[in-house]
């Protein structure tokens, strides 16, 4: 069964996005003075006296913007509230109860969820300020003083957050998800994806590049298995990045790489391959992840019986430094492919985890010198004792060799091609380390 979920939502600029990476211990959602940062839903885990729960960071509540973001913001919020268990309304001492916090408790009211009043912002200690009990006007019972910043009054608010969460249920274990990052330049649908994928509007969706902010996770069962995935902020070009918000998105873009286990790296069919494209592919070639090459927008390109087989091969060619990874030709919009691409998902993580037997593994290696021999130099033939994996995700494998300068990178990729074509690893990178044998 799911962890029980409990929303912090309120209007903007009150201090949600702190007190979120207070209570989970991370510094998870972007932070700053200016109203607007957070945008979509950010899951992290929290644990409180041996209790754990899912909390849930939110975009303000604007309830009467027609801004065409702050109204998709306020949506976002509302679908939170709706999916949670228990709700954390965050207030500012420092304004007071204003209208908007007015509106705000009426719609949660309205929802029958139950509601823990946090007044943040009592950065003093001691006996809370006169302002303090007019936020009983509200009408949601007692308040609780907090300061986000400091942590000041977090435990009492957990305290309270624990008496209106359900009966405790048997927690999943957290690697049964496979965690799949979605990553690819700004407009190329990766939110889109994500709200495919899970069959809901998770992700806040807009034709202004750079919508998405924060790497949001969303959490998928479905007769296909368990997955975790993570929308990402697009990567630019660093010429393009000079926005403060937008380098944290970037940062954030990155860890997301770091915590998944497979990368879907989005393509825009209509746009093709960019310089920008590769660099985005070396982020997750290089942290070792298992990837897929997902072009977007398929159903929008015009083409003939000959057309996919082309955008292929020039694809592999663009992605030539990773020609392991699968390329798979979809459409978020209308769904197209996206069962085969929960299959290749799967397929790809398992290969990423393969494990190969050592004698399995040198006996590949030893028909693959028997068909080419090992490179010479001023007469001394390069020797290589054997081969052992010593990990996976990557698969890595320690060589141990007579000499390192006679292994060259050429032979050395003809050896992956030899264990790749015995033993798979369609997907994933490998990951080699030399080693000479000492006498």
């Known amino acids: 069964m799911s962890k029980p979920i409990v929303a912090i939502v309120g209007r903007p600029n009150v201090g949600k ?25 950010l899951y992290a885990d929290c644990e409180w006296l041996g209790r754990r729960f899912l909390i ?21 919020a509302e679908l939170a ?62 308040p609780i003083a907090v300061s986000s910043v400091h942590g000041h009054g977090t435990g009492d608010l957990l305290d309270e957050v624990l008496k209106h969460l359900p009966s405790e249920q048997e927690e999943e274990a957290e690697n049964d998800r496979i965690k799949v990052a979605i990553v690819g330049k700004p407009n190329v649908g990766k939110s889109s994806l994500v709200n ?40 630019r070009r660093k010429s393009r ?28 069919a209509l746009e093709g391959f960019t310089e920008q494209d590769s660099k985005v592919a070396g982020i997750a070639h290089e942290a070792g992840k298992a990837c897929i090459i997902a072009v ?15 955008y292929r091969k020039k694809l592999m060619n663009d992605f030539s430094f990773m020609s392991y990874a699968p390329i798979i030709f979809i459409s ?34 030893a028909e693959a010198e028997a068909r080419v021999q090992p490179p010479t130099d001023k007469g001394k033939r390069l020797k290589i004792f054997y081969i052992t994996q010593t990990s996976v995700r990557p698969p890595t494998f320690v060589v141990f060799v007579n000499s390192k300068d006679l292994f060259h990178y050429s032979y050395q990729r003809y050896i992956d091609n030899r264990i790749r074509e015995v033993f798979g690893l369609e997907g994933t990178p490998t990951r080699y380390i030399i080693r000479e044998r000492t006498k």
Not at 104 to 131: F, H, Q, Y
Not at 298 to 310: I, N, Q
Request: aromatic share 6%; proline share 3%.
């Open 17 to 41: 996005s702190t007190l979120f990476n207070k209570l989970c211990g991370q510094r998870l959602a972007i932070v700053d003075d200016r109203p607007g940062v957070t945008r979509d839903r």
């Open 56 to 76: 849930v960071d939110t975009g303000g509540i604007e309830p009467y913007s027609d801004d065409v973001i702050l109204s998709q913001m306020r949506r976002q």
């Open 81 to 142: 509230i709706r999916s949670a268990d228990a709700i954390i309304l965050v207030t500012d001492i420092r304004s007071g109860v204003t209208a908007n916090d007015s509106e705000v408790a009426n719609m949660l009211l309205k929802s029958g969820k139950p509601i823990i009043l946090c007044v943040n912002k009592c950065d003093g200690i001691g006996d809370v300020p006169p302002e303090f009990y007019e936020f009983y006007n509200l009408g949601l019972g007692d």
């Open 196 to 235: 495919a994928l899970c069959g809901q509007e998770r992700m806040l969706v807009s034709d202004i590049a750079g919508t998405t902010r924060d790497a949001s996770d969303t959490i998928v069962e479905n007769e296909h298995g368990k997955f975790v995935f993570i929308d990402t902020a697009g990567l």
């Open 241 to 268: 990045v000079d926005d403060r918000i937008e380098q944290f998105s970037v940062t954030r873009a990155v860890m997301a790489v770091e915590r998944a286990t497979v990368c879907v790296i989005m393509i825009d």
């Open 296 to 310: 977007n927008k398929w159903d929008a390109y015009e083409k003939d019986g000959k057309t996919m087989d082309a």
């Open 332 to 365: 978020a919009k209308t769904g197209q492919r996206l069962d085969r691409l929960y299959e290749l998902i799967k397929f790809v993580d398992d290969q990423n985890a393969t494990r190969i037997p050592t004698g399995r593994l040198n006996s590949v290696l």
